[in-house]
Nanobody, 111 residues
Framework: QVQLVESGGGTVQPGGSLRLSCAAS????????INWYRRAPGKEREFVAV???????WYHQSVKGRFSISRDTTKNTIYLQMNELKPEDTANYYC?????WGQGTQVNVSS
């Protein structure tokens, strides 16, 4: 059974940084596209970033230049490095691969 487990969320001040992790188990994801999504309170789920299995990346305009997605194939883990965080980045962040979703990790950006 495929399982995705996110971690690394927390509370930071505006301008701070966090690194989220998405650990995958059940099969090797080296040949998969892995996505990060987020959902803020009262809002629809929003796409954040994707890392394709060939190494290409794409980011939502609102996070471009501030967030970076990477993969550690030895750990079967995807990371989302988030810098220059803003209050509007506050949300529950999820990783996704095909029909598989993690439980999410909460990010709060507040002074």
């Amino acid at each position: 059974q495929v399982q995705l487990v996110e971690s690394g969320g927390g509370t930071v001040q505006p301008g701070g940084s966090l690194r989220l992790s998405c650990a995958a188990s059940g099969r090797n994801f080296s040949d998969s596209n892995i996505n990060w999504y987020r959902r803020a309170p009262g809002k629809e789920r929003e796409f954040v970033a994707v890392r394709g299995y060939l190494g290409t990346t794409w980011y939502h305009q609102s996070v471009k230049g501030r967030f970076s997605i990477s993969r550690d194939t030895t750990k079967n883990t995807i990371y989302l490095q988030m810098n220059e965080l803003k209050p509007e980045d506050t949300a529950n962040y999820y990783c996704n691969e095909l029909e598989n979703w993690g439980q999410g990790t909460q990010v709060n950006v507040s002074s």
